[in-house]
């Protein structure tokens, strides 16, 4: 376990992303900082600011935003932001930002009013990001629940990451989209096997498999393991 790791855990930090990823991610691309659409109640907000310290976070959700500062304001390399994450993506103007971990976590969690036009904006933030410009890193949460109401299609979003001008694949319950292909290491592999619940119930492990636009994956195939009882299906509100 490397140094950075002990931090994180020495800390008590919990985080939606996986600090062995986010470290070896950051060591083979020269992260920078770490861009967020929705802080939430701001746990990867501040594992940004302790493993980057440059961090810029966006919530929409009127009732979560102001709760973020008690948690947050104590960085001041963090900087929050209130409102759309599309325009503040655009705003932001990714093409022109140093190379950074973007993680996209933004959707509906069943606290605060239900946006309008589905769950999450995943799609139209793609779209404001526009690409990996051959420097940024692309993380997408929760895939386990694309498909449900309100919620794109895995297919919906494969197309999407095509058009990132870079690679994708899956690593538990996240896509990865990076400038070129790149293996994790065993160890972060393993640990996000243990995640990934599908809206039908069942549970997908896949290798380090490198996506492609137009062509099939190029190692290891996924699996995917039988539907759970309904006692063990995740409830997407719980989520953020």
């Not at 919530?59 to 001041?76: A, I, Q, S």
């Not at 139209?124 to 526009?130: F, M, P």
Request: net charge negative; glycine share 8%; aromatic share 12%.
């Amino acid at each position: 376990m490397s140094a950075d790791v002990h931090v994180f855990h020495d800390n008590n930090l919990s985080t939606g992303i996986n600090p062995r990823m986010a470290i070896q991610l950051r060591q083979q691309y020269g992260l920078k900082q770490l861009v967020e659409t929705g802080t939430c109640y701001g746990p990867t907000a501040e594992f940004g600011a302790l493993l980057f310290g440059e961090v810029f976070t966006c919530e929409l959700c009127p009732d979560l935003f102001p709760g973020t500062g008690d948690r947050l304001d104590k960085y001041p390399t963090v900087h929050r932001f209130y409102g759309d994450s599309v325009q503040w993506l655009l705003d932001l103007d990714m093409k022109h930002q140093p190379p950074s971990l973007v993680w996209l976590d933004a959707h509906w969690t069943a606290v605060g009013p239900r946006p309008e036009g589905g769950d999450t904006p995943i799609l139209q933030e793609l779209e404001a990001i526009g690409g990996c410009h051959g420097k940024h890193v692309i993380l997408i949460d929760d895939i386990r629940i694309f498909g449900n109401p309100q919620w794109p299609t895995i297919a919906d979003l494969e197309t999407a990451a095509d058009h990132m001008n870079g690679y994708f694949q899956y690593i538990g319950d996240v896509m990865v989209i990076t400038p070129d292909p790149f293996a994790f290491s065993e160890s972060t592999r393993l640990i996000e096997f243990s995640s990934g619940a599908f809206p039908d119930g069942s549970f997908q492990s896949v290798a380090s498999a490198f996506y492609r636009p137009g062509s099939p994956t190029s190692t290891a195939a996924a699996t995917r393991f039988p539907i759970l009882p309904p006692r063990f299906r995740s409830s997407m509100a719980s989520y953020c």
